[in-house]
């Protein structure tokens, strides 16, 4: 059974920095599309960001662009996300999912259907 485990999160203040971890187990990393969603109370999930297998194409929401950055690990089964200058607009719980991915395909990682999750992460921003 695929397993997702997220951690990182904690309570900071606007401007710092963070960086989120996504340990993956029971399957192989390198197969597979990686996405962080995040869900703050009251508001709808929102996809904050995406790296295609092997790590090909990313994807940033508009509102973290140029704050975050994804990047992988394979040999360490691990997805991070660094996120800068965090805003009390970031506050949220933050999950990653998986999507295995055929090496034929074409669509950006933002359009898949993630359908393994792990557990979250809390991330709080305030002064």
């Known amino acids: 059974q695929v397993q997702l485990e997220e951690s990182g999160g904690g309570l900071v203040q606007p401007g710092d920095s963070l960086r989120l971890s996504c340990k993956v187990s029971?399957?192989?990393?390198?197969?597979?599309?990686i996405t962080w969603f995040r869900q703050a109370p009251g508001k709808e999930r929102e996809g904050v960001s995406c790296?295609?297998?092997?790590?090909?194409?990313?994807y940033y929401a508009d509102s973290v662009k140029d704050r975050f950055t994804i990047s992988r690990d394979d040999a360490k089964n691990t997805i991070y996300l660094q996120m800068n200058s965090l805003k009390p607009e970031d506050t949220a719980v933050y999950y990653c999912?998986?999507?295995?991915?055929?090496?034929?395909?074409?669509?950006?990682?933002?359009?898949?259907?993630?359908?393994?999750w792990g557990q979250g992460t809390q991330v709080t921003v305030s002064s």
């Open positions: 999912g998986a999507k295995r991915v055929i090496l034929s395909n074409t669509k950006p990682c933002a359009s898949f259907e993630y359908d393994t």
């Open positions: 029971r399957f192989t990393l390198n197969y597979y599309a």
């Open positions: 790296i295609m297998r092997g790590g090909g194409p990313t």
